[in-house]
C-alpha cells in the first residue's frame, strides 16, 4: 500500500505525473527510446522543454519582459548566482532573514558586494515573518526573500509582499516551497527561483523566472554558465539540462494547469485550516510559530512532552504516514502539505494525532 507522504523535499507527486515517467522510461513520445537514454536535442525533448518554460510564465500570468529557465545545482546555487549576475562589489542588497535558506542567501552575496540584512527573526529561533524593516543609508539594488520557510513552518502572506514591493527598484523571491500554491501577483516580482522537488517536479531541476532588464547592469566578467543571459540565449540547453527532471516538471505543470491554481489554493487553504485547527484543540501538540504566519505547506510543530516524540512518530507510521519529522536542526514534527498532497492525507493524519492522545489519555 502507497504510503502517505508528508516529507517536505523530495517530496509527493500526483499519481498521474507518477504514470507519465514511468511511461516515459519505458518509451518516450514514440522514439523506442526511454527518456533517460535520449539527446537532449532531439525534438520531441526540445518541444517539452520549451513547453514548460512557456507554460511557468502562463501559469504565473507573466509577459515576454520575463524569462524562463531551467538550471542545475540547486535553488542553492542561486544563492551565488544571483549576486553574481546583480550585484556590484559597490552596490547594496537587502536581505530579510527568516530561516535557514534565506540566511545561506544572505551569506552568500557577502562574496560579491555589501549586504544590508533589513530585518531577522533569527533570535527568536525564526518562529515569525518581521514586519517592520531597516533600509539602511542607501536604497538596496535588490531586496530577495524567502517566501516560504520550509525548515520552520512561516510564509510571507501577498500583503506584506505587496508592502516589500514599494521598497526596492529590483524584488526577488525564494519560492522553492510555496510556488504554485496559491493564485498571487507573480509581476510583484523581478525574479522568482524554486527547486522543482516540492510544488513542481522532482530533485534535479531549479526554476528561474527573470525580468530582462535587471540583466547586463553588472561591471565584473561573467562565467558563461553562471550568466542568465547566456543561459537565456541558449533557451535552457547551454549544456546537457537534466532531461528527466525537465519531463517530471512539465507533467506536473500541466497537472497544475487542469486543477487552475485558484481550485489549488483553495484546497491548501482548507487542508491547512484542518489541520491547524487539529494542533490548536489537541492537548498534546502545540504550534512552532506565529499563527498570522503559519505556512500552509509546512505545519511545524512540537510535542509537549518531548520524550513521547518517538512513540508518536511510530504510531503514524503504523498508520501508514511517512515524513512528518521535523528537520534535523530542529527537532519535532513538520508535515509537508504541497499541493499533491490529498485532503484525505490530512485527514489521516489528523486522526492519528486524535486516537494517539485518547491511547495516551
Known sequence: MKKINFYSGPSILPQEVLDGC???IDDFAGMGLSILEISHRAKPFVDVMNGARAMVKELMGLGDEYEVLYLQGGASSQFFMIPYNLLD??????YIDTGTWAHGALEEAKLFGSVHVIASSQSST????PKQWDMGDRRPKYIHIT????????????????????ETDILIGDMSSDIFSRDIDYSLFDMIYAGAQKNMGVAGATVVVIRKSILGQIHRPLPKMLD???QIENASMK???????????YLTLQWIKKQSLQSIYATNIRKAEKLYGAIDSSDIFIGNVAKEDRSMMN????????????AFSA??????IVGIEGHRSVGGFRASIYNAMPESGVDVLIQAMKDFQVNKN
Not at 315 to 320: I, M
Open 89 to 94: 562589489s559597490n552596490d547594496t542588497a537587502g
Open 126 to 129: 525564526y518562529d515569525h515573518i
Open 315 to 320: 504510531f503514524a507510521k503504523d498508520r501508514g
Open 228 to 230: 542568465y543571459s547566456v
Open 239 to 249: 549544456n546537457t539540462p537534466s532531461i528527466f527532471a525537465v519531463y517530471a516538471s
Open 22 to 24: 514511468k511511461s516515459a
Open 299 to 310: 505545519a511545524c510543530f512540537t510535542m509537549k512532552d518531548k520524550t513521547q516524540d518517538a
Open 147 to 166: 517566501t516560504n520557510n520550509t525548515i520552520y513552518g512561516t510564509q510571507w502572506s501577498p500583503h506584506y509582499i505587496k508592502m516589500l514591493r514599494d
